[in-house]
């Protein structure tokens, strides 16, 4: 750390240095709260450094450590100087006075204090090491597991009633980081021009890849071992994967697919089957030279009662992580035996590596190319692309693949008042939710209030958590955030956007719905950016009329306006809607439809210090906290290929 040490460690107090080493509350990181040091205490260690960078608690810990190591290195340096003059001036009449214990005693005084120097250095090697193995992602895991450690046995959080709505939630008392958008504001109206890779991805793919899911290598399955029935629970991204899944599985097993169903969900509250959302007639038809698919089961099996007969399969049958030999080895008896399979929930099945090329290649196709909204989506997707755009520009490959070729009916004055060039516009996706802000135990700065608001929905809502929190310690809301387990606020989100470089004048499109806090939080948001939309404020009463009352037909309309953008930022890199338009746009959108993916961890480090840090420096931490994450490489192992298709098994590099 730059800047001076105390005197006590410059002169090497020994003492001190022992006894901050033996104190229950190390610097190094723990499981227990208690081991954390507090934000504040970290802002005020740095107050006395003007204008400096930002560091870690770890770096002002080890700093501390090493100043400690420096002081008893000088006092032994020390010692050894002055033995060795006493050893000089005073050694021949030591000798002779029969004195020779002394040396020796000095001596052994000085090899203690070496090796317990040098086992001191093991020992801190050793600390840090294990402050490396705690990195951001064990760490992350280490908080999991202490959140989900029975909650994994349970089924998923269900909601009693309706979700509620944001007017009706009350406003916090407080908005978070009030010195930043002051210091953002200053910065926005300054209008500086724009880092020249703010809307690039940051790292050019060394090799092209191009979209080729759509190529095939063997011949069409006829199906004839059974019927593959499935009903997907969730909301429209879970359900999106797990059709998706289910064609992989009618594949393994040589079956027949019917046409997906969706379970109704008291979370979404929406009714829409299959045929709502997505074009089934295409469907059926890209993947014919694939798998069977039919619209229902013959009429000879549907009076078939399939779990008295041993052919309802739910999820608590089957794991997440089973390979395609448990299917082959458990599934396949039962459907060559009753002709029907019902696989129920089927919650992100048959989705981690170790899958075969060919199956991943043929879910890739079926995200990528056989899924097509309906035309009445399309449609109203194709208007906010153009509302955004403000322009009837011609179509990418992206935009194509969303929308179609079908053109957005647009009147004669939105006609007229069209300008000659298409603005660029950023899309973000929001998630927070009440449900999601209860659910993360995290605080928000809305005081008393808050906490008691956001309890009373947890002890309704989330039973097992609530029961999960009285026998086990949870992290507190200081640690989470530290961590970067909390979701980001509208405040933070901005903030991020600012600190990145985006213009005041900026065309933003919010995706997400029943914002905690509601308009009045949303206005750190607008204030800054003045050109901010919704669906709801694009479309007339008219045409949002047919989608108002059906959540995952509006979060289709989110995905095309959300996938279509020139830039695209999640505050939260788990939301599986999220991760599907980021996949989307690497898939269709080249390298010039880049996706912000904050390292939340990160961020956090920089909001904590909100009341002292300078603006340039928050800029600077931002950007470096998005830089890398903002990089797209080819798919890592084991990850995900809707969210990472540049992967030989969904696309093809293009040759030189």
């Known amino acids: 750390m730059s800047g001076e040490e105390s005197p006590a460690l410059i002169a090497g107090d020994s003492s001190l240095f022992l006894a901050r080493f033996q104190s229950d509350n190390p610097r190094s990181w723990q499981g227990s709260p208690k081991t954390i040091v507090s934000p504040s205490v970290l802002s005020s260690s740095f107050d006395a450094v003007e204008g400096e960078q930002i560091f870690s608690s770890r770096c002002f810990g080890l700093s501390w450590v090493w100043g400690s190591v420096f002081g008893v290195l000088m006092m032994i340096s020390a010692l050894s100087g002055n033995d060795v003059r006493l050893s000089q001036s005073h050694g021949s009449r030591s000798m002779k006075d029969g004195r020779w214990w002394r040396r020796l005693r000095r001596r052994t005084l000085k090899v203690v204090l070496w090796a317990a120097v040098v086992g001191l250095f093991f020992l801190l090697n050793l600390l840090m090491f294990r402050r490396l193995q705690h990195g951001p992602t064990s760490r992350r895991e280490v908080l999991s597991d202490a959140l989900n450690t029975t909650l994994q046995a349970l089924p998923m959080p269900q909601f009693g009633g309706k979700r509620i709505s944001y007017e009706k939630v009350r406003m916090p008392r407080q908005v978070m980081y009030s010195r930043l958008l002051t210091l953002a504001t200053h910065s926005l109206a300054d209008a500086k021009s724009e880092p020249r890779d703010l809307w690039k991805e940051t790292l050019m793919p060394s090799i092209p890849w191009k979209p080729c899911a759509d190529q095939r290598s063997w011949e069409p399955s006829e199906g004839t071992n059974g019927y593959i029935l499935v009903s997907a629970n969730g909301g429209i991204s879970q359900q999106r994967v797990a059709i998706c899944n289910a064609v992989a599985i009618a594949r393994l097993l040589n079956s027949t697919l019917v046409l997906p169903q969706f379970l109704y969900s008291s979370v979404w509250q929406d009714s829409s089957q299959f045929s709502d959302i997505y074009n089934a007639e295409h469907f059926i038809n890209h993947l014919k030279d694939d798998i069977k698919i039919v619209k229902e089961l013959p009429v000879e099996l549907q009076s078939l009662d399939l779990e008295a007969i041993g052919s309802l399969m739910t999820d608590a049958e089957i794991k997440k992580e089973e390979k395609p030999s448990f299917y082959v080895k458990k599934i396949l008896p039962v459907l060559l035996k009753n002709k029907v399979v019902h696989l129920t929930g089927f919650g992100n099945r048959l989705a981690f590596d170790p899958i075969p090329f060919n199956l991943q290649r043929l879910r890739c196709r079926c995200n990528f190319h056989a899924l097509q909204f309906v035309k009445r989506i399309q449609e109203t997707g194709g208007l906010l692309i153009q509302r955004m755009r403000r322009h009837r520009s011609q179509q990418s490959q992206l935009e194509h693949s969303l929308v179609g070729s079908l053109p957005a009916k647009l009147d004669n004055n939105e006609r007229a008042a069209l300008p000659s060039v298409a603005y660029r516009y950023l899309s973000i996706h929001l998630r927070f939710e009440i449900d999601m802000a209860a659910y993360s135990l995290c605080y928000f700065g809305g005081g008393d209030e808050e906490m008691k608001e956001l309890e009373a929905y947890r002890q309704v809502h989330f039973p097992a958590l609530t029961a999960q929190r009285k026998s086990i310690k949870m992290p507190s809301p200081e640690v989470l955030r530290s961590e970067g387990q909390c979701p980001l606020t509208p405040e933070e989100a901005v903030l991020m956007l ?58 289709a309309l989110d995905f095309i306006a959300c996938a279509a953008a020139d830039a695209f930022a999640m505050t939260d890199s788990g939301s599986q809607l999220s991760s599907l338009v980021a996949g989307y746009r690497v898939y269709y959108g080249g390298t010039i439809h880049p996706t912000i993916r904050p390292n939340k961890r990160r961020l956090a480090s920089a909001f904590a210090r909100n009341s002292t840090i300078k603006w340039k420096y928050f800029e600077a931490s931002v950007r470096k906290a998005v830089k890398q994450s903002k990089m797209v490489e080819e798919r890592p192992k084991g990850r995900s290929i809707y969210r990472h298709p540049r992967c030989l098994e969904c696309m093809c590099p293009v040759p030189a």
């Open 498 to 555: 600012a600190a990145l470089g985006y213009k005041q004048k900026t065309r933003i499109y919010v995706a997400g719905a029943d914002i905690y806090g509601g308009k009045l939080r949303m206005a750190a948001l607008k204030s800054l950016y003045p050109n901010l939309e919704t669906k709801e404020s694009l479309l007339s009463s008219a045409e949002i009329e047919p989608f108002r009352h059906f959540s995952s037909q509006l979060a």
